[in-house]
Structure formats: C-alpha cells, structure tokens
C-alpha cells in the first residue's frame, strides 16, 4: 500500500493506494473518526452499486456504522442540478445530521455530484472519497466538487476537501476497455504538466497500463496523485498555479458540452483538448516536437486526438466562452512550453482556438 499527503493545512488529507483496500474499509473510517451514530449516506452509480455496494455496505455495517444509499444513472447527465436535489432529498430522508459523512463510491462523476452534496448539506459535512477508475484519480484528489449546467460543465461547484481518499486498486480490474483508457488521459496529463521522466515512464509501459499490470498501475497512480497533491498543496482554490491542471480541459469541457455530455468521455475529451493545446503551443512559437510527441503518446494509448467533422465549430467556441476568461477576442490556455512544462497564457487569440478546432476535425 502506497500513501501520500494532500498538505492544507488543517484540511490535510491521506490519499492511500493499494490492492483490496476496501477490505479493511471499517478500520479506515474508524482511524479518521467517520461518525458511528450519525448515518453515513453513500452516493454510487448503478455499473458500480451492482459490484462494489454490497461488500461496500456489509463491511461497514459489520463495522458498527450505519448507512442508507443512493444510487444514480451512470454517466456525465446525472452531474446535473436535478440530481444533485434527488441526493439533498435522499440525506434528509436518511436522517443525515451534522455529524454525519457522504461517501463518494465511484468514479468522477460520483466523486464531483458526492462532494457538492457534502459541501451543500447543512453547509458542509465530511466527505470520503472511494474512487473506482483510473480518471478518478485526478478527480477524487484536490478538493473540486461540482455539477454541470447544460451550458458548461462543473459551472456550479464548491471547494470541499475529503477526510481521505481510498483508492483500492482492484477495483479497476473491472473496468471496461474503453474506460480505462481514458482514464489514462489524466495520467498522461500530469506527466505533460509537471514531470518528463513520469512522460517518458508512461509512454515506455503503456503496454502494462493497458494491461492493468498491478505494480505499473498502482505507480502512475501514486505519481499522478503526487504532482496534483504538489499543484493543490501550493495552490488550493486555483489563483494560479493550480491552472496548470487544465491542460486540455478549455477544448475538452466545451466539447462535452456540446456534445450534450453523451458522446465523449471525458479523458477522450481531454486527449483531444491536449492536442488541440499543442497545436496552439505551435502558434506560440514552441516547437513542433511538443504536438508530435503529445499526440504520439496519445495515439499509443489508444486515445482519441482527432475531433468530428459533425461537431460545429460554433458550438464549441460558444461553449469556450462560457467556460474561460474571454476579453477583447482573447483568451486564457494552458500552453506546453515543453514536455513537462505548461504555462498560463491568456492571450491567445479567439482566432488561433478556431483555426486549432478546424485542425483538429483533420487530424490523421
């Protein structure tokens, strides 16, 4: 078992990653002094409540903790205000009082809709994060929680930091194919933010990641939870260096929004947004090598980089502007400067985001 710290002060938090660590779930809860008079309420969906809840709700239980759950449609549409209600109806009729803790059992999208109704409920209670996939490791650390409105995505949102994070690794044996690789998406990210050598680490052993070697896994894992724990711990409420965590994200969450959040996952959004974000680093004067790279890496993924030719590029400039700081046509972007490295540029032309999104429709 790996474990690292969020430091924030007296909102500090473990992260704690290894095999089969939901069998000793009970111990984790009563070591963070998770309430066992108060119910505990747990917010899943329905892919992972027919996996994971019942060993999830027996294990505690036989803990002596009292729980009630709410189980929501898989997917990115239940990040929507709608749900978000359901769950605030769910906490009350559970009997949730201050005391009380929202578990998070699932991936980002449980993690984000979890943490808003913990950061909500009576103006904030405890809150645990039990990511289930590989994207959810960026998602379940760092504090960020939110829902999405038809216009932009994670528009309508709080800081809440979790007690902890539970990233029981074998859990993501039973990820489908496609989820795992854009899970890896985030992985990548952090390597192309902050750290060459975890890049170089990634595009060597993406045969095993693929593969969900344990021991490969559980190390980009840890790594990738360890630069976003740097970026939170200097940074929490994102003033500026917690930016750099958006690589990709300008293009990608406006192309969920248009893509009216049931086409594109979001790692396969992010993977087309990173190498939208190379192609602008062009425009900037950095060198070719950063998008040829990107998109190699990528591609030996099994990522997405090229975008439909059916999506409206008015669309998704539309969805941008609700999304990023735009002022007199221009724009902020997280730029790479190089591999492992990225900067805050926010005067990037409105024009240059268009020409990048048609580019984008002919990648090969």
């Not at 903790?65 to 749900?83: R, Y």
Request: aromatic share 6%; net charge negative.
């Amino acid at each position: 078992m790996r474990e690292l710290r969020v430091e924030l002060g007296a909102r500090s938090y473990p992260i704690y990653i290894g095999d089969n660590l939901l069998n000793h779930i009970s111990t984790y809860f009563e070591q963070h002094r998770i309430s066992k008079i108060s119910p505990i309420l747990i917010i899943t969906d329905d892919n992972i409540a027919s996996i994971h809840l019942t060993k999830v709700e027996d294990l505690l239980r036989q803990g002596g903790f009292k729980t009630a759950t709410k189980v929501i449609v898989s997917g990115e549409q239940s990040k929507s205000l709608v749900v978000f209600e359901e769950m605030i109806t769910a906490a009350l009729q559970a009997g949730l009082d201050r005391n009380s803790a929202v578990i998070a059992l699932g991936g980002g999208v449980v993690g984000d809709l979890a943490g808003f109704v913990a950061a909500s409920f009576m103006r904030g209670v405890k809150f645990v994060q039990i990511p289930t996939t590989i994207l959810a490791h960026d998602s379940s650390v760092g504090g960020k929680v939110a829902v999405n409105h038809r216009l932009a995505k994670n528009i309508i949102g709080a800081f809440h930091q979790p007690e902890f994070v539970l990233y029981d690794t074998s859990t993501l044996l039973t990820l489908p194919e496609r989820q795992i690789k854009a899970g890896l998406a985030e992985v990548i990210k952090h390597g192309l933010i902050w750290d060459i050598n975890f890049t170089s680490w990634i595009d060597e052993h993406a045969e095993k990641l693929l593969a969900l070697d344990s021991g490969a896994l559980q190390y980009a894992l840890y790594q990738g939870c360890l630069i976003k724990s740097i970026v939170v711990s200097r940074d929490e409420k994102e003033n500026d260096l917690r930016a750099i965590l958006n690589l990709g994200h300008t293009i990608g969450h406006a192309l969920e929004a248009v893509a009216q959040y049931n086409e594109l996952l979001h790692g396969e959004a992010i993977s087309i947004g990173m190498v939208g974000a190379a192609r602008l680093a062009m425009k900037c004067g950095y060198s070719e090598q950063i998008y040829t790279e990107t998109k190699r890496i990528l591609t030996k993924l099994g990522l997405p980089t090229k975008l439909s030719n059916e999506m409206s590029t008015h669309c998704i400039m539309e969805a941008m502007m609700h999304d990023k700081k735009f002022k007199e046509g221009l724009m902020t972007f997280i730029i790479p400067t190089e591999i492992g490295k990225v900067e805050i540029n926010s005067s990037i032309s409105a024009k240059w985001v268009q020409e990048v999104i048609e580019e984008l429709k002919q990648e090969g």
